[in-house]
C-alpha cells in the first residue's frame, strides 16, 4: 500500500560566514520556513530510523526515514494534522511492523533556500532549535543511483569550502541538544 522512495544526499554542516557566502552568491528558487516536530518512541525506537511531521505553508507532512544499502528510505506524505496517532501513520507503521507508541520530543524550526540544478536540489539551512543556530548545506539527488558528489564538492569548491562529511542529521543534533538541556 506505502512505497518508500530512496533518498540520497549529501551534507555537511557550515560556519555563519560560508552560509552567508553561499547565500548572497546565489539566486534561489525559493525560500521557505519549516517547523520539524521530531518524535521518539517508548521502546527506544530503532536508531536506524527517523520520524517526524513537518509544518510548511499550512500543510502536515509525515515522514519516516530508515537506513538501506542505498541511501535512506523514505515514507512520506501528507496528513491532515500533528497528531502521531494519525490513521495513515497507524497504517504504515502496522504494514512495516513497526509496533511501538511514539511521543513528541521538540520542534526545529528551519529556514530553507532551494535552488534546483540538473542533478538535484542545493539547500542551505539556517536550524533554530533550543537557543542553538547552525548551518547545513544539503544537496538532495533527483537520481538516487547517480554518484554526484564530485558536483557537490565543486559547489563547495567555489566558495573555497572542502567538504566534510556530516555524520549527524538534524534529529542527531536536536537529540544531542536535548540530552545537553535535560
Do not use: W
Amino acid at each position: 500500500m506505502f512505497a518508500g522512495k530512496i533518498e540520497k544526499e549529501y551534507k555537511m554542516m557550515l560556519t555563519k560566514k560560508q552560509f552567508d557566502t553561499i547565500k548572497k552568491h546565489y539566486l534561489f528558487d525559493k525560500t521557505n520556513t519549516q517547523i520539524n516536530h521530531y518524535f521518539n518512541s517508548v521502546n527506544n525506537f530503532k536508531k536506524n530510523y527517523a520520524l517526524r511531521i513537518r509544518e510548511l505553508n499550512n500543510t502536515f507532512i509525515f515522514t519516516l526515514k530508515m537506513n538501506n544499502e542505498n541511501g535512506k528510505l523514505e515514507y512520506e506524505f501528507e496528513i491532515d494534522n500533528l497528531d502521531i496517532n494519525h490513521n495513515k501513520i497507524k497504517s504504515l507503521l502496522k504494514e512495516l511492523n513497526i509496533d511501538d507508541e511514539f511521543y513528541p520530543i521538540g520542534t526545529m524550526k528551519t529556514i530553507r533556500h532551494i535552488l534546483n540544478d540538473e542533478f538535484g536540489e542545493l539547500c542551505l539551512d539556517e536550524n533554530h532549535y533550543f537557543d542553538k543556530v547552525d548551518y547545513e548545506i544539503e544537496y538532495e539527488l533527483f537520481d538516487y543511483t547517480q554518484d554526484k558528489l564530485e558536483h557537490f564538492k565543486n559547489i563547495l569548491k567555489t566558495f573555497d569550502i572542502e567538504f566534510v562529511l556530516n555524520k549527524k542529521s538534524k534529529l542527531k543534533r536536536f537529540k544531542d541538544e536535548l540530552n545537553k538541556v535535560g
